[in-house]
């Protein structure tokens, strides 16, 4: 989720209960010890000594690379900058991400990924929790089961699966039963992801894993009332409607808000773009404003468009 799950996109999804805990971009390790601000700039949440959305739900920092010294590392640094937990990413199916013997491209090789958690377990001992986070597999899923348990005996304390391989990318299906193959042998907690769009896909993955819990990643990004909607049907057996066009807009008019001061006017307009790309997929209103909008690139002219949109009316493009 590059470039979309900044702190602010953290806080505006977590107002509404639904969401148990995030994690940050990912800090990319290559060789070195990398400076407070690199940690401080993905996850400025440890500015407070206590890393958490402002709604109080906790964020895990995230780490990517694949050399363990260096892994090591950044692990200590971001343990004496307050990290409360640390997530290592080997599922990230970016090209120049795996090019550079990251994400991924670590799954060819489960013994690396053993010796990558491991370092980064013994980095911080038993003072925060190392999780991680795995594909099923680079090009095909026969290593699955050897990268998960090579997690496991590296330290892992929890283990995130999703449904499909680097070379299947973002494609459906998710194969949610090969996470469920992966949990029964595991004695950590997996979490199933890939592909939970709706209360169904939610079910549907819990159902053919057997997890009892799910990650949202660009679900949450179209539909910012999913997670309070399987919170709500977990509690009470009741199905809540959609969440409306003009609540996801204000959400957008709300980053956009949030953001303006801090990032070039032209850079929140790429971001709101981004983000409503995740929503136009699944939702006619949202296509149809993404399509009225998709060139403007001025910010003001952006958020007047996304006004109009909530009105019904058609959104208002630039003289």
Aim: glycine content about 8%.
């Amino acid at each position: 989720m590059e470039g979309v799950i900044d702190a602010a996109t953290r806080d505006l999804l977590t107002r509404t209960a639904g969401i148990d805990w995030t994690v940050t971009e990912f800090v990319r390790v290559v060789d070195a010890r990398l400076p407070p601000r690199v940690f401080l700039r993905h996850c400025p949440e440890l500015a407070g000594g206590d890393p958490r959305t402002p709604s109080g739900a906790p964020v895990h920092l995230q780490l990517l690379g694949s050399d363990p010294v260096a892994l090591a590392a950044n692990a200590r640094q971001a343990l004496a900058l307050g990290a409360t937990s640390l997530d290592l990413n080997f599922g990230c199916p970016a090209k120049l991400v795996n090019r550079h013997d990251g994400g991924a491209s670590m799954l060819r090789t489960p013994w690396r990924l053993r010796t990558a958690v491991s370092a980064v377990h013994d980095a911080v001992g038993d003072v925060i929790p190392v999780t991680a986070k795995i594909r099923l597999g680079f090009a095909d899923r026969r290593l699955a089961l050897d990268c998960a348990r090579a997690t496991e005996d590296g330290g892992a304390s929890q283990l995130v699966v999703h449904a499909r391989t680097r070379n299947e990318g973002y494609r459906p299906p998710a194969h949610w039963e090969w996470i469920g193959r992966i949990r029964r042998r595991l004695s950590i907690p997996v979490i199933a992801n890939g592909d939970i769009w709706t209360l169904e896909d939610y079910w549907k993955a819990r159902t053919l894993s057997g997890c009892r819990d799910v990650m949202l990643g660009r679900g949450a990004l179209a539909d910012s009332g999913l997670a309070p909607r399987i919170r709500h049907w977990q509690g009470t057996g009741e199905h809540l409607p959609p969440t409306p066009w003009a609540d996801k807009a204000s959400l957008l008019l709300d980053y956009a808000a949030m953001q303006r001061s801090i990032l070039s006017s032209k850079t929140v307009v790429a971001r709101l773009k981004q983000w409503m790309n995740h929503m136009r997929g699944r939702d006619p209103e949202a296509a149809r404003c993404f399509q009225a909008l998709r060139r403007i690139t001025e910010l003001d002219d952006f958020l007047a468009g996304l006004r109009a949109s909530m009105t019904s009316e058609a959104p208002a493009l630039p003289a």
